[in-house]
């Protein structure tokens, strides 16, 4: 989606704890953890405000960024995210979790990919071999148990009972056809948030951040272009 944001905005990514080039500490990980390392790295860069956008686990730190921090966010989006896991995420994300210590790093992306994907995506001839080969070819690849410690940060996460707390511009996106965190999470996301936005794209599933870039890139977009309007239209101060 980069390519579409950087023609408007200046669009900072970084590495959370536990994979690519930040730290992976072998000790517990919390999703509140994760939201104070995005606020440090900010105040570093002497960033004061942003729009936070977070998929899954970023989601869920979006989440807690913004009850924390809520001077720094001009906005949030909320991609394939939820507020509380259900029985049958919590089981896949521990054994997601626990394979890391079973299973070699191509054998794990292969057991997970399934989730991510639908079936359109994985119907393209040679896709999914090109996936995997450019994840194999990553430099800074994730460690076992630092994927570990963030599978038991999301389980450890719940901020339904705190969604009225965030005030910011929102907006919850999801595709229809979401495996791993189904629509329902997201619903519940707008719900429980005051005046957000839900986006249910007819195609995509977890990773519709890859498999649909374009058009997540779009919605995401137009929101902050509406929200930038409402700001010129209120009145000054």
Known sequence: MIRSLVKQYQVIRFDNRGVGQSEAPDSP??????????AALLDYLSISQVHV????????????????????????????????????????????GDLTQKLEGTLYQRAILPWLFTDAFYSIPGVMEQ????????????????????????????????????????????????????VRFSEQLAQGIPNAELAILEQGGHAFVVESADTVAKVMLDFLAKHRQRILQSPQE
């Open 29 to 38: 990980y919390s999703i509140k953890q994760m939201a104070a390392d995005a």
């Open 131 to 182: 996936l995997i080969t450019w994840i194999e070819n990553q430099p800074f690849g994730p460690t076992p148990h630092g994927l570990y410690h963030q599978s038991r940060a999301i389980l450890g996460s719940d901020t339904s009972d705190r969604l009225a707390n965030i005030h910011c511009p929102t907006l919850v996106m999801v595709g229809k056809e979401d495996l791993l965190t189904p």
């Open 53 to 96: 956008a977070g998929h899954s686990m970023g989601g869920q730190i979006a989440q807690e960024l913004a009850l924390a921090y809520p001077e720094k966010i001009q906005s949030l989006i909320l991609l394939s995210s939820l507020a509380r896991g259900d029985e049958k995420f919590n089981s896949l994300i521990k054994l997601f």
